[in-house]
């Protein structure tokens, strides 16, 4: 089991930068994947991005080049550092685990992007 503990969101406009970082209660070392998701008002949860205990990152592609996740074994945090956001950005932002085969995640953080 794990806990994973989201900050960082808040509201900014066009053009800006925020960074979220996922506190998770235990090592990620052993993580299978862990990245971040985000879900906008009527729409799907999707994948922001992630990387991989394999060493594999996948970016949505809205985010690619604007978006960057960055991970700290030593902290067990891992972070998404966000710029050039934009309005469609606005969502509820969730950090997301997978350890062997379960799928943990974190209680969101709302990202607002005002125009």
């Known amino acids: 089991q794990v806990q994973l503990v989201e900050s960082g969101g808040g509201l900014v406009q066009a053009g800006g930068s925020l960074r979220l970082s996922c506190a998770a209660s235990?090592?990620?070392?052993?993580?299978?994947?862990m990245g971040w998701y985000r879900q906008a008002p009527g729409k799907q949860r999707e994948l922001v991005a992630a990387f991989t205990s394999a060493g594999r990152t996948n970016y949505a592609d809205p985010v690619k080049g604007r978006f960057t996740i960055s991970s700290d074994n030593a902290k067990n945090t891992v972070d998404l550092q966000m710029s050039s956001l934009k309005p469609e950005d606005t969502a509820v932002y969730y950090c997301?685990?997978?350890?062997?085969?379960?799928?943990?995640w974190g209680q969101g953080t709302q990202v607002t992007v005002s125009s």
């Open positions: 997301n685990a997978v350890i062997g085969t379960i799928v943990h």
């Open positions: 235990r090592s990620i070392f052993t993580f299978y994947s």
